[in-house]
C-alpha cells in the first residue's frame, strides 16, 4: 500500500524546524494499529528517510496511549499484519513498518506519552532514544497471544536491559511502569505527562542543531554495534508469527481477552 503523507488518516506527520513528528492518531482505539496504520507507519519513516530537511523524529500518540498493539478486534478475522510482498522460498519478509523504524538514517526519540504494549512496545523498542510520561506502561505481551514478538523483542530489548531480564518479560508478557522501565535501562528518562512532548522536542532540537552528516555516522556506528542482522531476525519473527496466528492457543489468547476472562491454553 503506497501512502504519502499527505494522504494519512490514522496518523499525524509534521515537520517543524528540521523536527519531524509523527503522531499515532487513533485515540478511540487506545491507537492499536490496523492494516492502514501500520502501513502509514512505514510511509511516514521512509518519508523521514527521504526528507533531507528533517534530522530527527519523534514518534509519539495521541493521548492518553501511545500504541496499544494491534487491534485485536481486526486480528479476529485472522488476518496478519501486512506485508509488501509475498512469501518467497526464504520465508517471508519482516513487517515493512519494523524495518522502515530500524531502516531510518535519522535519530529517532519514542516520546511514550501512555501504554505501549505489544507492536506498541516494539515501536518504542525502534527508538534510539526512549523518553516515557510518568503514565507509561510497557508490555511484551505476545506470549498472552499465543505469538511470538516482532524483531524489536528479539533484536533490541536484550541490549537494552540485559538478555536475563529481557527473557523475563517476552516468557511472562507482564507489564512494568515507567520508573521500573527506567531502572532496568528500557528508558533514559521518566517526566511527568505534560513535559513529556517538550522535553522531546527540546531534546530533537538539541541533536538537529548538530552537524547532519555526523550525527547519521553516529547513528550508522551504534548500529554495527548491534549484534545480528534484523531482516534475519525479522523474517523468522515473521514466519513464525504467521504459523502461530493458525493456532487454537492464539485464538484463545485473543478471545479470552475479549471476554475479559483468564485464557485455557492447549498447545495446539
Keep these: 500500500m503506497a501512502i504519502s503523507p499527505q494522504e494519512f488518516v490514522c496518523t499525524l506527520y509534521a515537520v517543524q524546524e528540521h523536527v519531524l513528528t509523527i503522531t499515532l492518531n487513533r485515540p478511540e ?14 510511509a511516514a519513516f521512509r ?27 481486526e486480528m479476529m478475522t485472522g488476518e496478519a499484519r501486512p506485508t509488501t510482498s509475498p512469501a518467497s522460498a526464504t520465508g517471508r519478509p ?33 527508538a534510539d532514544i526512549r523518553l516515557a510520561s510518568e503514565n507509561a506502561k510497557f508490555a511484551e505481551l505476545f506470549v498472552k497471544r499465543g505469538l511470538v514478538p516482532d524483531v524489536g523483542g528479539f533484536y533490541r530489548l536484550p541490549g537494552l536491559v540485559g538478555p536475563s531480564k529481557a527473557a523475563e518479560l517476552l516468557l511472562t508478557g507482564d ?20 513535559e513529556l512532548i517538550p522535553r522531546a522536542r527540546a531534546l530533537a532540537a538539541k ?37 502461530l496466528f ?11 481477552f475479549l471476554e475479559k476472562r483468564e485464557p485455557v491454553f492447549k498447545g495446539r
Excluded at 523521514?48 to 478486534?73: H, L, Q, W
Excluded at 528500557?186 to 517526566?191: G, K, P
Design 246 to 256: 493458525q493456532t487454537e492457543d492464539h485464538r484463545e489468547g485473543v478471545k479470552s
Design 94 to 126: 519482516p513487517t515493512p513498518a519494523a524495518m522502515a523504524a530500524l531502516d531510518c538514517e535519522k535519530p529517532v526519540i519514542a516520546a511514550v506519552n501512555g501504554t505501549a504494549v505489544g507492536w506498541g512496545m516494539e515501536l518504542a523498542l525502534y
Design 29 to 42: 482505539r487506545r491507537n492499536a494499529l490496523n492494516p492502514r496504520a501500520y502501513a502509514e507507519v512505514e
Design 207 to 243: 541533536i538537529a542543531a548538530n552537524p547532519p552528516l555526523a550525527v547519521r555516522a553516529i547513528k550508522q556506528g551504534l548500529r554495527r554495534v548491534a549484534a545480528g542482522d534484523p531482516s534475519e531476525i525479522g523474517s523468522w519473527a515473521i514466519d513464525t508469527i504467521y504459523r
Design 47 to 73: 518519508a523521514a528517510n527521504a526528507d533531507e530537511s528533517v534530522r530527527v523524529v519523534i514518534v509519539t500518540g495521541a493521548d492518553p496511549s501511545f500504541c496499544s498493539g494491534e487491534d485485536v478486534k
Design 175 to 194: 507489564s512494568i511502569d515507567a520508573r521500573e522501565a527506567l531502572r532496568i535501562g528500557l528508558v533514559s528518562e521518566v517526566l511527568p505527562h505534560a
